[in-house]
C-alpha cells in the first residue's frame, strides 16, 4: 500500500523558515505529480503547491508565492516544501497528496494519496 509521511512541521516565529518533507513508500511506483494543501482550524482544506514528476512544472497559491518553494528528489521519493517568512496566517495543518495523473493542480480531487500530516503552528 502507497504511503505518504509529512514531516518537519512544528512551532515557529513569524518570519521564521521550515522545511517539510513528504516521503513516499510502498510500492514502487513513479510519474506522479505531489501537491501540498493545508487547513487551518475552522477552515477548509486548501491548496498550498504542487509539482509534476519531472519538477518542471509548478504551480502556488497566491498568498504563498515568493515566500514557499516547493522541490523533489525522486531519487529519495520525497517532495519538499520550504517555507520562508511564515506568517501566524500560515498556521495549519500540511498534507502532502500524490496525483496519479501528473497534473499540477489545485484541485483535491484529483490527488489520489494523502498523508496524515503535520502541525505548523507560526506565532506572532
Known amino acids: 500500500q502507497v504511503q505518504l509521511v509529512e514531516s518537519g512541521g512544528g512551532l515557529v516565529q513569524a518570519g521564521d523558515s521550515l522545511r517539510l518533507s513528504c516521503a513516499a513508500s510502498?510500492?514502487?511506483?513513479?510519474?506522479?505529480?505531489t501537491g501540498w494543501f493545508r487547513q487551518a482550524p475552522g477552515k477548509e482544506r486548501e491548496f498550498v503547491a504542487a509539482i509534476s514528476w519531472g519538477g518542471l512544472r509548478k504551480h502556488y497559491e497566491d498568498s504563498v508565492k515568493g515566500r514557499f518553494t516547493i522541490s523533489r528528489d525522486n531519487a529519495k521519493n520525497t517532495v519538499y516544501l520550504q517555507m520562508n517568512s511564515l506568517k501566524p496566517e500560515d498556521t495549519a495543518v500540511y498534507y502532502c497528496a500524490a496525483d496519479m495523473t501528473d497534473q499540477v493542480v489545485d484541485t483535491e480531487g484529483t490527488y489520489d494519496y494523502w498523508g496524515q500530516g503535520t502541525q505548523v503552528t507560526v506565532s506572532s
Open positions: 510502498g510500492p514502487t511506483f513513479s510519474g506522479y505529480a
